[in-house]
T-cell receptor, first 113, second 110 residues
Framework: DVKVTQSSRYLVKRTGEKVFLECVQDMDHENMFWYRQDPGLGLRLIYF???????EKGDIPEGYSVSREKKERFSLILESASTNQTSMYLCASSRTNSNQPQHFGDGTRLSIL | SQKIEQNSEALNIQEGKTATLTCNYT??????LQWYRQDPGRGPVFLLL?????KEKRKERLKVTFDTTLKQSLFHITASQPADSATYLC?????????FGAGTRLAVHP
């Protein structure tokens, strides 16, 4: 089975801090994604990557950046955390064909105080 | 903008009945739709995919339809069980990415 592992289940940070969320997948998937999930808004795509060192903006990239130095690892960076970035963050991976299912980690619940 | 809309109200049904969840899409024509299940505190888990040229897809007690005229997909769980209680997400396919709906919470009561 595909496993997508997110480094933390819960994280509390302060406003203005630089925050790193890490995600690792073990199935050699080409595509990786970062979403945030908020009540009533569903999953919103922040960034995705279809190859090492490649990235594309999703629907809400402002205030975030990403890094993909290795195929199995995709990092989300909050450059200067703000309270409106308090959310559940979900990482996913999939094979390269566009209709392939996405495999999700269990999320990081991030609180910015 | 491209949207996937699901009923935000929770669906409450009795055990043994058929649950029907609705997914509508607007401002685009997805080549396929995917359905996921999400339990509290967990990430979504893929259930089914249906392509635009398929009317219906089945997997065990699950059935999905895709109506391109109504711009709608229906997700059915027959003989529902309390263990089916979860939030179900619909997602529309785009280039290498999905557009997700907000999900519908299903509660199956004994």
């Amino acid at each position: 089975d595909v496993k997508v592992t997110q480094s933390s289940r819960y994280l509390v940070k302060r406003t203005g801090e630089k925050v790193f969320l890490e995600c690792v997948q073990d199935m050699d998937h080409e595509n990786m994604f970062w979403y945030r999930q908020d009540p009533g808004l569903g999953l919103r795509l922040i960034y995705f990557s279809y190859d090492v060192k490649m990235k594309e903006k999703g629907d809400i990239p402002e205030g975030y950046s990403v890094s993909r130095e290795k195929k199995e690892r995709f990092s989300l960076i909050l450059e200067s955390a703000s309270t409106n970035q308090t959310s559940m963050y979900l990482c996913a991976s999939s094979r390269t064909n566009s209709n392939q299912p996405q495999h999700f980690g269990d999320g990081t619940r991030l609180s910015i105080l | 903008s491209q949207k996937i809309e699901q009923n935000s109200e929770a669906l409450n049904i009795q055990e043994g009945k058929t649950a029907t969840l609705t997914c509508n899409y607007t401002n685009y024509s997805p080549a396929y739709l995917q359905w996921y299940r999400q339990d509290p505190g967990r990430g979504p888990v893929f259930l089914l995919l249906i392509r635009e040229n398929e009317k219906e897809k089945r997997k065990e007690r699950l059935k999905v339809t895709f109506d391109t005229t109504l711009k709608q997909s229906l997700f059915h769980i027959t003989a529902s069980q309390p263990a089916d209680s979860a939030t179900y997400l619909c997602a529309g396919g785009g280039y290498n990415k999905l557009i997700f709906g907000a999900g519908t919470r299903l509660a199956v009561h004994p």
